[in-house]
């Protein structure tokens, strides 16, 4: 770090033998809906599926075998502008590491993050130039997991959270200048301090090159804004959007529209706020169709756990209807919008109708999101779905160094 010795004392994460105790005993409780024909998960979640995680949860499942896990790193608590924010931190080990905050999305929690910390903070150990070193800043995102809870900030979304880090990263550790990456929502957020804080940044890495004005509007829980598929496409062309609006209607307009009544079921049951998480594991990440070949069981429950232990699946959801009920506007008119330095991975799950892999890079180099930011590195990768970062971690790694390669 800029000014030597870090400047605040860990705290490990521990959760109470009570929350555990209360959460046994509701999944023992579960009371499972009827799911006849849907074998196939022609419906969502499967009914047997779902029930032996449940069950496993219960029975096998070891919270405090994760927890270990978890508190092998630093971890932080502290307010930030009156927010109470959690961050895991990965010290840099090399010459001169370079301060990076890496920021998540939904249902993503900063555990996702826990593949790339390592490689990021002490490349030597994996006989990489140790010149390339990061001090790695992972925080959960206000209103997640352990960044909770948001009683005075019921308004939180999107680019005030960049406005949060700025500060945590200048003011609270002391850095001159840092580096931000993210992915999903997490990509708004470093998108906005790549916008607004741009001095102040070496550059940014995100995953997709969104507008930050993606969810302004009438319509932002609709991907098509309203608009019917056009006649005419080729057959498979017409199948790709139908399955990439499939892949992500029903929490866009379940979190911007009504995202307090679909918490209180959440909240109260965890198989509930399991069924509704893992849905969006199994249908995002690029696992051909075996879940548990990108996320274990284990994996599952320990990211459903940090979405549990401190109530906050109401509050992680609220932040869709906040990033449009409170819409983004720009903090100044130049172009690109997004000043800092940009590199994006693109990944091939999610390669938009009609485009391959080869052609991804064009693709958005011809649309009006190019525009948007000053873009230096693009990459595409052939698989990998929504989680980059988990499931894609070398790659990611790669990607991002290229990014900062000669900007520090």
């Known amino acids: 770090m800029s000014h030597g010795a870090f400047p605040l004392v860990p ?92 920021t998540h999305g939904w249902p993503w929690t900063f555990w996702h993050w826990s593949k790339v910390v390592d490689r990021l903070a002490d490349p030597a150990a994996f006989g990489e130039d140790p010149a390339e070193a990061f001090d790695v800043i992972v925080p959960s995102f206000p209103g997640f997991g352990l960044s909770t809870p948001l009683p005075d900030h019921p308004d939180m979304n999107f680019w005030k959270v960049a406005d949060l880090w700025n500060t945590l990263m200048t003011e609270t550790l002391g850095n001159e200048r840092y580096a931000a990456a993210g992915c999903d929502v997490g990509a708004l957020v470093t998108g906005q301090l790549g916008h607004k804080y741009a001095d102040r940044l070496y550059g940014i890495h995100i995953g997709s090159g969104q507008k930050l004005t993606m969810f302004n509007g009438d319509r932002a829980w609709d991907f098509g804004g309203g608009r019917p598929i056009p006649d005419g496409l080729p057959v498979e062309v017409h199948g790709r959007i139908l399955a990439l609006d499939k892949r992500f209607a029903v929490h866009l307009a379940a979190h911007v529209l009504d995202s307090s009544t679909l918490s209180y079921g959440l909240s109260d049951s965890p198989a509930g706020m399991l069924a509704w998480i893992l849905q969006r594991w199994v249908a995002w990440s690029d696992n051909g169709g075996d879940v548990e070949s990108v996320f274990t069981k284990d994996d599952l429950l320990t990211h459903a756990m940090l979405f549990w232990v401190n109530n906050s699946i109401g509050t992680s959801i609220r932040t869709y209807a906040n990033n449009n009920r409170y819409p983004w506007t720009p903090s100044h008119d130049r172009t690109p919008v997004v000043e800092a330095p940009t590199g994006i991975t693109f990944v091939g799950y999610e390669n938009p109708p009609g485009v391959t892999t080869d052609q991804r890079v064009r693709h958005f180099l011809e649309s009006d999101r190019a525009q948007w930011y000053n873009h230096v590195n693009l990459t595409v990768h052939d698989r990998g779905g929504h989680f980059i970062p988990w499931e894609l971690p070398d790659a990611w790694v790669e990607d991002l160094r290229r990014t900062f390669r000669g900007r520090r």
Do not use: C, Q
Request: glycine residues 6%; aromatic residues 14%.
């Open 11 to 102: 705290t490990p994460i521990h959760v109470s033998d009570e929350v555990l105790a209360d959460l046994r005993l509701r999944l023992e409780l579960t009371r499972f809906p009827d799911d006849a024909g849907n074998d196939d998960w022609y419906y969502g979640v499967n009914g047997t599926y779902l029930r032996e995680l449940v069950r496993y949860w219960r029975t096998e499942y070891d919270w405090r075998k994760a927890e270990a896990a978890i508190n092998a790193y630093e971890h932080y608590h502290v307010r930030v502008d009156g927010v109470s924010v959690h961050f895991m931190r990965r010290p840099g080990a090399g010459p001169d590491p370079t301060p990076l905050i890496l």
